[in-house]
């Protein structure tokens, strides 16, 4: 082979291993996130998967919705279930954690509860903060509109499930297709 050719390889592998690096910090959505947006907002920053009940540890977590209750049990760092553990636990080691805004199922009775019940809403959310819980806008709205989504992705989103929603702009490698053919899961479009 010629010097050129060889120079030509090296520099298209090495872009190429560039490329596939994955980042080396680790995100959990806890959420549906159903249109893989949350995923494509952060995949560049985090390796980023949907929360599962063997998870052990992440550097950051981000709560796509929180219910009242939840809100409640958190905030007085008293679980009830695995899932309010792993965030619990998660809040105890200081690691950053990030409640979506419009996911808190408690703003909805800002207007129309009765004073004493919004003061306990917000304390909950002030102790919260105060526990380093960042609140924050939906980031969804800079979502490029394009991501190829690959064979794991489609096995982790299609657990006990007959259909696939395929978000628009997006593409599935052949092996994902063939996941889907394999177990006969409906491909729908969005």
């Known amino acids: 082979m010629s010097m050129e050719i060889e120079a030509l390889i090296k520099a298209v592998t090495e872009e190429v291993m560039r490329r596939l690096q994955l980042p080396d910090k680790k995100m959990i959505i806890m959420g549906r996130d159903s ?14 998967s949907l ?4 998870e052990r540890t992440c550097d950051i977590l981000l709560l796509e919705e929180m219910e009242i209750a939840e809100l409640a049990r958190i905030s007085l760092l008293a679980p009830m279930n695995k899932k309010e553990q792993f965030i619990t636990d998660h809040l105890l080691e200081g690691r950053p954690t990030w409640i979506m805004k419009s996911g808190i199922k408690a703003n909805a009775y800002k207007r129309s509860a009765k004073y004493g019940i919004r003061q306990l809403l917000q304390e909950y959310e002030e102790k919260l903060a105060r526990f380093g819980v960042e609140f924050i806008d939906n980031p969804v709205k800079t979502v490029k509109t394009s991501k190829v989504i690959s064979e794991q992705d489609v096995i982790k989103l299609t657990k006990n499930k007959s259909e696939f929603i395929l978000p628009e702009g997006s593409f599935l490698t052949p092996l994902a297709k063939d996941y889907l053919q394999e177990n006969r899961i409906s491909i729908k479009e969005s």
């Open 35 to 48: 249109e893989h947006t949350l995923r494509q907002c952060y995949q560049k920053e985090y390796q980023v």
């Open 51 to 54: 929360y599962d009940r063997s």
